[in-house]
């Protein structure tokens, strides 16, 4: 099948990687072969030391993706309908944890990860983002968490990680209410980080990303670690975690040349 024909279209531009969904006829509906291409493509990145940041966005203009393809002659969901029509726990459990095991293996990979959600985003879409670090949203863009309504729950993840980055009342009145809200409300509540102008939307994003990568991999890797790890952790366990990813930070020792670099007026060459 020709790349421009897969579902998820994976390509480089100079040290950023992109994932791009392309299932236009669907509206960037996420089907089996979608997670499938996921998982592939992050294990080629996560084995790469070129690669400095991963874009995730929908190909087109006006739709990052309208959640999980439920249609049912799709492979999962035949699999889950039938485990749920045999009552088979065990089965249902295993889908669900397929999908999660892949969006943790995209929250946890080594470099920063960017959704750039270039147009309408729901459900299952909105859960995909949540898994990357930063969320940029193009002006005028409908998110919206509309599981409720079909009977079912945010189960990709979602529902965990919408709590921890907006709080428990946030999360309980977008689940709840399955209400769309624009990326002005969005950003207020902490579900989003920027939101660009539609015109120069992939040119913002781009330049953002690139701001990112201009700086120490490894660093940015420690403190995306940090950060992560210690959100659960009590203070002083927290601190103590820290404090080991700020020795192995500096053992590493891009901070001289990051410090001489600084001094000297030059770009720095970092070690990887």
């Known amino acids: 099948m020709p790349e421009n024909q897969n579902p998820l279209i994976y390509r480089m531009e100079?040290?950023?990687?992109?994932?791009?969904?392309n299932r236009p006829e669907t509206k960037n509906a996420l089907n089996f072969r979608c997670w499938q291409l996921l998982d592939k493509y992050l294990e080629k990145i996560e084995s790469s030391?070129?690669?400095?940041?991963?874009?995730?966005?929908?190909?087109?203009?006006?739709?990052?993706?309208?959640?999980?393809?439920?249609?049912?002659?799709?492979?999962?969901?035949l699999d889950m309908f039938k485990a749920l029509q045999e009552k088979d726990n065990?089965?249902?459990?295993?889908?669900?944890?397929?999908?999660?095991?892949?969006?943790?293996?995209?929250a946890h990979l080594p470099i920063p990860t960017i959704a750039a959600i270039n147009?309408?985003?729901?459900?299952?879409?909105?859960?995909?983002?949540?898994?990357?670090?930063?969320?940029?949203?193009?002006?005028?863009?409908?998110?919206c968490f509309q599981e409720t309504r079909l009977g079912l729950i945010p189960d990709l993840g979602?529902?965990?990680?919408?709590?921890?980055?907006?709080?428990?009342?946030?999360?309980?009145?977008?689940?709840?209410?399955?209400?769309?809200?624009?990326?002005g409300e969005a950003k207020e509540m902490g579900l989003i980080n920027h939101v660009f102008?539609?015109?120069?939307?992939?040119?913002?994003?781009?330049?953002?990303?690139?701001?990112?990568?201009?700086?120490c991999p490894g660093s940015l890797k420690a403190?995306?670690?940090?950060?992560?790890?210690?959100?659960?952790?009590d203070e002083k366990a927290a601190m103590v975690f820290e404090r080991e990813k700020a020795v192995e930070n500096v053992l590493r020792g891009d901070c001289v040349e990051g410090i001489g670099a600084f001094l000297e007026k030059r770009v720095p060459r970092w070690s990887e």
């Open 14 to 21: 100079d040290n950023v990687a992109f994932i791009e969904i």
């Open 49 to 77: 030391r070129k690669i400095r940041a991963l874009i995730i966005t929908g190909h087109g203009e006006k739709m990052f993706s309208a959640g999980f393809d439920i249609n049912p002659s799709d492979k999962f969901m």
């Open 90 to 106: 065990r089965k249902l459990d295993e889908g669900f944890a397929y999908i999660q095991t892949i969006l943790l293996k995209l």
């Open 119 to 143: 147009g309408a985003c729901y459900s299952g879409g909105l859960e995909l983002a949540l898994a990357c670090d930063i969320r940029v949203v193009r002006e005028n863009t409908v998110l």
């Open 158 to 183: 979602g529902s965990v990680r919408l709590a921890r980055l907006v709080g428990p009342g946030r999360a309980k009145d977008l689940v709840f209410s399955a209400r769309k809200i624009m990326p």
């Open 197 to 215: 102008p539609e015109k120069s939307f992939m040119a913002d994003t781009m330049d953002y990303v690139k701001k990112i990568t201009e700086n």
């Open 223 to 233: 403190v995306k670690d940090i950060i992560d790890e210690t959100v659960i952790m």
